[in-house]
């Protein structure tokens, strides 16, 4: 497999990602300017301005790459399992697992986040879409094997969200009491109300 080869561009617009992403996980979107950012990136302010107009603009670059990450290793997980309950397990479990990672890195921004959920709410809703297919194509998948009971596709769009809604629910409760490594076997029985409910 060849290496990924970035252009010029591609490459500073990683340098000054990465830069900013470390600024934000120590100090918060708040508190972390364009020239403390260009700073750490090793740049001029007039090369960060040519490439980003803002530091919101950098701000949701950092976010986006992250969202992407955590949507990626919630899809491999749900793509390894054999039954549909099985990819609801995974889907939940890892999601849960990786944002409380992400929330460790990112303790002051979530709590940005907390007071103003402005800050991301385009690529909050984008992400659940995102999010939404993954269910819809679970729930499609468990009841093409019989696994699940059948249900015409508007109540699948219903199921979907109301899934997607109480673990969001679930997510928030745990990320804002800290308290992702105590929940344990109570999200095993969440998860068994959850899925024996839609069972066949």
Known sequence: MCPIVLSKDELIRAEVLNAARGLFQRFGLFKTTMEDIAKAAGKGKSTLYYYYQSKDEIF???????????????KYAVEQASTAEEKLRNFT??????????????????????ENPQLIKKLKKSYEERELELLRGILSFGIARQELKKISDETLEDVSYIILSSLRGIEMGLLEDNRAKKMGDRLDFVLDLMCHGIKR
């Open 60 to 74: 949701d670059s950092v976010i986006k790459e992250d969202m992407e990450e955590v949507f990626n290793s919630v």
């Open 93 to 114: 479990s890892s999601k849960i697992r990786a944002i409380s990672q992400k929330a460790a890195l990112y303790s002051i921004v979530f709590g940005e986040i907390s």
